[in-house]
């Protein structure tokens, strides 16, 4: 789950993939700040590659390279994972909790 919501955070950070398809698995007040992060950071470039546009950047590659997860004493979960996008490694960390027989994102950090 961590490398899933991980990987389709990027995707949607450099606007391959609309930012609304994670709002099933992040709690609201979390998604809501995440969305204002990814709407200024969204690169148009990379949407004009995949429809094959001259002067559109290349769309990077997108590569989990590992992931931890660790079980706290209240149940939630504590998640870490490094990912590859392009030739630059980044990492991931987040907090899991079970909410109404679903696991949401309760905190979320990237670098």
Excluded: H
């Amino acid at each position: 789950m961590t490398q899933t919501i991980g990987s389709a955070f990027v995707e949607a950070e450099l606007g391959l993939r609309p930012f609304t398809q994670l709002s099933t698995w992040i709690e609201l007040e979390l998604f809501q700040k995440l969305r204002a992060r990814v709407e200024r950071t969204v690169n148009g470039n990379y949407l004009a590659a995949r429809c094959n546009e001259r002067g559109a950047t290349k769309v990077p590659s997108i590569t989990p390279i590992g992931v931890r997860a660790e079980v706290r004493e209240n149940g939630d979960w504590e998640t870490s994972m490094t990912i590859r996008v392009g030739q630059r490694a980044r990492a991931i960390a987040m907090r899991l909790c079970l909410q109404r027989e679903r696991w949401k994102v309760t905190a979320f950090e990237i670098g």
